[in-house]
């Protein structure tokens, strides 16, 4: 889970905690957050968990070591069977990973991201609906590999455009 504030009064971190309990409900699940971005998404983070507080059946919650190491997040993303996360980066690598995910939009940037891949956002922070969330989330922890095979094209595709720029600027040095 990789979530950050957005909205001043909280109500979009309230509707990802209601979202993630619903989750919860159906199937116990492994709750990681992963912040990003110290130490905003941290405290974003503690207090989605603090709404959570003990959610039974087998799940469980805890907070990753904060994201300052690049390389560390990235090996924290693909540890995860799902990724649910506003931040694009957490987004990235999880593409990058080949992890599911579903993203939360509060920015045209995440849905144009989600979209290069084939994916529309799970919900905004405006409006984010707690079952069709726990709906499709379960449906990725139970069909990861359709999942992967499904985008597999797409993420291959953003990997070879991401590395263009560094192949122009060798070009242009020599």
């Not at 309990?21 to 709750?31: F, G, S």
């Not at 990681?32 to 110290?38: G, I, K, Q």
């Not at 707690?130 to 993420?155: C, K, M, S, T, Y």
Request: proline content about 5%; hydrophobic content about 45%; overall charge positive.
């Amino acid at each position: 889970v990789s979530l950050r504030r957005w909205r001043k009064d909280g109500a979009d971190l309230a509707r990802a905690a209601e979202a993630l309990t619903a989750l919860a409900r159906r199937r116990a699940v492994r709750l990681r957050f992963l912040p990003f971005h110290t130490p905003s998404d941290a405290e974003a983070s503690k207090e989605v968990m603090e709404r959570l507080g003990s959610l039974g059946g087998g799940s469980s919650v805890e907070l990753a070591a904060p994201g300052d190491d690049p390389q560390r997040m990235l090996l924290e993303v693909g540890r995860c069977d799902l990724l649910f996360g506003m931040r694009l980066h957490a987004l990235i690598y999880a593409a990058n990973q080949e992890v599911p995910m579903l993203g939360l939009s509060y920015d045209p940037k995440i849905d144009q991201f989600l979209h290069r891949l084939g994916l529309e956002p799970v919900g905004t922070t405006e409006r984010l609906d707690p079952e069709a969330f726990a709906d499709q989330a379960v449906a990725l922890l139970e069909g990861g590999e359709a999942w992967r095979e499904r985008h597999r094209g797409a993420i291959r595709t953003l990997k070879a455009e991401a590395v263009r720029p560094a192949q122009q600027i060798v070009r242009l040095l020599r």
